[in-house]
């Protein structure tokens, strides 16, 4: 695959996993990293995926799926919450880019998701600005108690579920686009003991060229 041809959103979920496996296995091509590719993508970029990650530093996403300049077109924040901002972002990745895909991604041991169960459970209120961030994972932690959910995988699979879910919900945007089935949004979890990113949910996949978890 290359920025001749823009991938589909299937192709461009198996990058971003084929990259994955080759971090975990040790094994990176570290590809579009080189002076050739910087010069490249000067005039313009075509990344082919818009991440919407976890601010967390050890989830750096060009490093963890072996991909390289104008590959990936990044947003972060703590907890991978949105705001307007972020929204605006990642409409701008999809309608402006045309990126195929949108993938949120998070991560276990996550420091918001904690946070956010502390005060549901034991009223523990963050202060300043950190309380919007908890405050806007809460919906999350709600609903994973609700469904009896009390594993910590369990819980920040359903804070990425409700992540996707909240994209698509306020972004007619993108919303019309997996519709259309021009981009896919996924939902990956990231473990941080053994590099490995696993599918937690998807739209806008055909369900016959879902990938397959890494891991598994």
Do not use: K, W
Not at 16 to 45: D, M
């Amino acid at each position: 695959m290359t920025d001749a041809v823009t991938p589909t959103p299937s192709e461009a979920v198996e990058l971003l996993l084929a990259g994955n496996r080759r971090f975990v296995a040790g094994a990176p091509r570290h590809p579009n990293q080189n002076a050739a590719r910087r010069a490249e993508t000067a005039p313009g970029q075509r990344p082919f995926a818009v991440l919407f990650g976890c601010s967390d530093s050890r989830l750096a996403a060009e490093i963890i799926f072996d991909r390289g300049l104008g590959d990936l077109f990044v947003v972060r924040t703590a907890g991978h919450v949105a705001g307007p901002e972020v929204l605006g972002s990642i409409e701008y990745g999809v309608s402006v880019l045309d990126c195929p895909l949108v993938v949120v991604l998070g991560h276990d041991s996550c420091g918001a998701v904690a946070a956010a169960r502390a005060a549901v459970s034991d009223g523990v209120a963050a202060t300043g600005y950190v309380r919007d961030v908890i405050e806007r994972v809460t919906p999350s932690i709600l609903a994973a108690r609700a469904a009896g959910l009390t594993h910590e995988d369990d819980i920040i699979a359903e804070h990425i579920r409700h992540s996707v879910d909240l994209l698509l919900d306020r972004s007619r945007e993108l919303a019309e686009r997996v519709a259309a089935g021009r981009t896919a949004v996924v939902g990956l979890s990231y473990r941080l003991a053994d590099g490995s990113a696993r599918l937690v949910t998807a739209h806008g996949l055909p369900a016959e060229t879902r990938v397959p978890n890494p891991a598994t």
